[in-house]
């Protein structure tokens, strides 16, 4: 289950959502193009805009956040998640000491791990076991962390190696002969995305449109039959 957040021309609306009714609007937004990034809880964020009758430009806003959050997914968490994703047929079981456990093939997931996946919402209760769209989100915001270098600011030329400068020749403050570094790196931890800015908020924009990408990306491909509740 989601808390429910709509940004309108009325101000905001709250109420709650299930998996699959987030997992629809989701879809929704794709097919009109609307911008979507997952967050680190384990929710979504869903903006777009328009242009009103009287000429001015209306944002509005649609943000699921999760009533369990994901919390941090450790490695061995992620393995364990990605296992009963790719594998498929992951199902509940008892154990020889009567204990529940997830198996998948031939593989299992100990006791105390699957009751922890469980009391986390990470995995469904239905005998046929899933991961949730909330461990799903929490995945894809953790698999795309970015970040932004802070700009060099001045120094000689010598210094830096670039051209995304501005002359400092002739300027007050003792600043005479220096040049102005106002580029910043954007990086994701994917490791599939590297830009550079003009300034840091154009760095930070960048990032954010990474972040989008994979976000649709990830809605589009998700199998309606083991992503819906």
């Known amino acids: 289950m989601f808390r429910e957040s709509i940004t309108h021309a009325g101000g905001v609306t709250e109420g709650t959502a299930s998996e699959a009714h987030a ?8 097919r009109r ?15 777009w805009s328009r242009r009103e009758l009287s000429g001015g ?23 364990d998640l990605r296992l009963i994703d790719d594998m498929r047929g992951a199902q509940y079981v008892e154990n020889d000491n009567g204990r529940r456990i997830i198996r998948i093939g031939f593989l299992e997931i100990a006791p105390m791990v699957t009751a922890r996946l469980r009391a986390r919402k990470l995995v469904t209760d239905e005998d046929n076991v899933r991961i949730t769209l909330t461990a799903r989100l929490g995945l894809l915001a953790t698999a795309h962390r970015t970040s932004t270098t802070e700009p060099g600011g001045w120094s000689r030329p010598a210094d830096i190696g670039r051209q995304d400068w501005t002359a400092g020749l002739n300027r007050p403050g003792r600043r005479a ?4 570094s106002t580029a910043s790196h954007a990086t994701c931890t994917c490791g599939q995305f590297t830009a550079v800015g003009g300034s840091r908020d154009e760095a930070r924009a960048l990032a954010r449109t990474h972040r989008q990408a994979m976000a649709t990306e990830f809605v589009t491909g998700l199998d309606p039959l083991t992503a819906t509740a």
Request: hydrophobic letters at 50%; glycine letters at 10%.
């Open 33 to 47: 193009g609307y911008a979507i990034e997952a967050t680190r809880d384990g929710g979504a964020l869903v903006t």
């Open 177 to 180: 002969g220096l040049i102005n």
């Open 23 to 30: 997992l629809t609007a989701l879809r929704r937004a794709v």
């Open 57 to 79: 430009i209306a944002h509005r806003a649609v943000q699921f956040t999760p009533e369990m959050p994901v919390g941090a997914l450790t490695e061995s968490v992620i393995q």
